[in-house]
């Protein structure tokens, strides 16, 4: 029950948020398309460089939908497998390879929602547990080591909405990066997932909002 009510308690936002995109002609004939909707990423994290092996699940709420785990390039030729259980809603995935070296992004897990569905009701939506960790040694490293983060894919400036003010912001980022800085490194600007943040995104995302694309 929590958790609906927070769910409506996010609408009246999503409507605003929606406004502009209504207003595109794209979206007048939204009836028989696919409606838009909101892309989150759950990025798994290496905060320990000595991880050689990850084991984790996650669980998702019926008013999302998903898809298996992608490696990034961090992971290398290493093992990586991740399976995605429609049923259960549970997504299982593991990496064993080299111990990591570095810190950064290893993994990450693509959600779609509604636009009713706000980045502050995400953490009761979507459960990440990190089921071992260990280091090439085989020895258990703390759960905490691999983080788990979750963002609203283009949404640049943090404000809950995917809008053409986020296009913007990279675009003067890319111009003027000390005086337009990203938050959090620009984790929610690379919407593309291919590691770099460019043109290409911001692209994307004035696409998304003149609705030639729904979601990310
Ligand atoms: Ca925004
Ligand atoms: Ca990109």
Do not use: W
Not at 96 to 107: D, E, I, P, V
Not at 157 to 163: A, K
């Amino acid at each position: 029950m929590k958790k609906f009510k927070k769910i409506l308690s996010a609408v009246s936002a999503a409507v605003l948020c929606a406004m502009p995109m209504i207003n595109g002609a794209a979206a007048n004939a939204a009836s028989d398309e696919e409606s838009y909707k909101k892309t989150f990423v759950v990025y798994h994290i290496v905060d320990n460089p000595q991880i050689a092996y990850f084991d984790f699940t996650i669980g998702y709420n019926s008013c999302l939908t998903a898809e298996p785990s992608m490696k990034t390039a961090l992971c290398g030729t290493n093992s990586f497998n991740s399976i995605h259980y429609n049923i259960s809603r549970q997504i299982k995935t593991t990496y064993s390879g080299s111990a990591f070296g570095t810190t950064g992004t290893a993994a990450t897990t693509k959600f779609l929602g509604d636009l009713s569905v706000s980045i502050d009701d995400i953490y009761d939506l979507i459960s990440c547990d990190n089921v071992a960790i260990k280091n090439a040694n085989g020895k258990s490293m703390s759960k905490t080591a691999l983080d788990n983060r979750i963002y609203l894919l283009g949404d640049v400036n943090g404000d809950d909405c995917v809008e053409i003010a986020d296009a913007t912001l990279i675009l003067q980022h890319l111009i003027n990066p000390t005086g337009y800085p990203l938050r959090d490194n620009g984790i929610a600007a690379d919407v593309n997932l291919d590691g770099v943040i460019n043109e290409d995104d911001a692209l994307l995302i004035q696409q998304y909002d003149a609705g030639v694309i729904k979601h990310f």
